[in-house]
């Protein structure tokens, strides 16, 4: 079960108002227990652009979020056990908040997981990758520019710390 809110930031004071008038309840099983994803529009990141003075650690308002999201579904009788909160400026548009809930792998198991900022993560990975076919010549130092630009304009990295955007 796939939702869609648009115009919304998970510090909304009414977002529970909102989650409500597009979550069909009656579409949950009561037997069954859920695990969800759900990607936010981190403004935090969008007003800085990733730039190297940011960080991107969990917040307050996460947490706060994750509460109501869970309150609401136990006000209800529904179980949920996987919570993942995942915070992006690339896949999503200003103020959209995508929601997807699926029968869990497991049963009475409760976990949060909080990501911030996706990019960091892709970023870090892609980098990783391109830093090991360097250092196995896989590719030239040219390549490697190359494709660090590259990663960075398809994950919107714009400003990354000098030292940080080379091997050596």
């Given at each position: 079960m796939k939702y869609y809110l648009k115009n919304t930031k998970i510090t909304d004071s009414d977002?529970?108002?909102?989650?409500s008038s597009v979550i069909d309840i009656a579409e949950f099983d009561l037997k069954k227990q859920y695990d969800m994803n759900i990607d936010f529009f981190n403004d935090d990141i969008d007003n800085n652009m990733l730039n190297a003075d940011v960080s991107f650690e969990i917040k307050k308002h996460h947490y706060v979020f994750i509460r109501h999201i869970r309150n609401y579904f136990n006000d209800h009788?529904?179980?949920?056990?996987?919570?993942?909160?995942?915070?992006?400026?690339?896949?999503?548009?200003?103020?959209?908040?995508n929601i997807e809930a699926y029968k869990s792998k497991y049963q009475d198991?409760?976990?949060?997981?909080?990501?911030?900022?996706?990019?960091?993560y892709l970023y870090a990975d892609g980098k990783n990758t391109l830093n090991f076919m360097l250092n196995t010549k896989q590719i030239s130092i040219e390549e490697y520019e190359d494709n660090i630009e590259i990663l960075q304009e398809q994950l919107n990295v714009f400003e990354i710390e000098e030292e940080s955007r080379y091997i050596n």
């Open positions: 977002i529970m108002e909102k989650l009788g529904i179980k949920i056990n996987e919570l993942n909160l995942t915070g992006t400026v690339t896949n999503l548009k200003h103020g959209q908040i198991f409760r976990r949060n997981d909080i990501v911030p900022c996706k990019e960091m």
